[in-house]
């Protein structure tokens, strides 16, 4: 069965540095991978998707993230935090491309501070 | 541009009473889903339509149903609500249930059960 897991619930950074989201998956077969982005009091958006065309996918507001099958992880970063980037990212996998074995993380809280 | 429209946005209830979420989405996708989201438990799937007339269950289904109304709409029933119930609920479409089609999702029922 798959997972996934995101190392630390809450990362702060402040405004300009780096960002480095972490993210490990669990699966038998070729996974499909997402990063979602969380603003408060929203629903979930997409910020970007692997599915194996390019190890290195860009997403949407600076974001990208590089699939690494040896460490079994997926990443997300972005080279300098901007105050409007805090939000809830979570990562997600799923096999064979379905949807509906779509599997989310706990999430990560991404702080900013000035 | 509505995407996916959820009601109520806040609903308070008592034990053992029973409720309807709606949701509805305008952006012609075929499959349609119910996610649960608890703090630090990430989004759990509660029963996923991956075509107008089919319901499947997820991860979660237990003490709910669901009806596809049409291409349009997919409703969660709560037939007797309990306390362990309370969570934040999203409706969330996709144009397919493969071809990593991203989820697009509503802006979510925050619900309290009492």
């Known amino acids: 069965a798959q997972s996934v897991t995101q190392l630390g619930s809450h990362v702060s950074v402040s405004e300009g540095a780096l960002v480095l989201l972490r993210c490990n998956y669990s699966?038998?077969?070729?996974?499909?991978l997402f990063w979602y982005v969380q603003y408060p009091n929203q629903g979930l958006q997409l910020l970007l998707k692997?599915?194996?065309?390019?190890?290195l996918v860009k997403g949407i507001n600076g974001f990208e993230a590089e699939f690494k099958k040896s460490e079994t992880s997926f990443h997300l970063t972005k080279p300098s935090a901007h105050m409007s980037d805090a939000a809830e990212y979570f990562c997600?996998?799923?096999?064979?491309?379905?949807?509906?074995?779509?599997?989310f993380g706990k999430g990560t809280k991404l702080s900013v501070k000035p | 541009n509505a995407g996916v429209t959820q009601t109520p946005k806040f609903q308070v209830l008592k034990t053992g009473q029973s409720m309807t979420l709606q949701c509805a989405q305008d952006?012609?996708?075929?499959?349609m889903y119910w996610y649960r989201q608890d703090p630090g438990m990430g989004l759990r799937l509660i029963y996923y339509?991956?075509?107008?007339?089919?319901?499947d269950k997820g991860e979660v289904p237990n003490g709910y149903n669901v009806s596809r109304l049409n291409k349009r709409e997919f409703s969660l029933r709560l037939e007797s609500a309990a306390p362990s119930q309370t969570s934040v609920y999203f409706c969330?479409?996709?144009?397919?249930?493969?071809?990593?089609?991203?989820?697009?999702f509503g802006n979510g029922t925050r619900l309290t059960v009492t």
């Open positions: 952006m012609n996708h075929n499959s």
């Open positions: 692997y599915t194996s065309a390019a190890t």
């Open positions: 699966s038998s077969v070729p996974p499909y």
């Open positions: 969330a479409s996709s144009a397919d249930l493969f071809n990593n089609s991203p989820l697009h």
């Open positions: 997600a996998v799923s096999l064979g491309g379905s949807q509906g074995n779509l599997i």
């Open positions: 339509s991956a075509s107008e007339g089919t319901t």
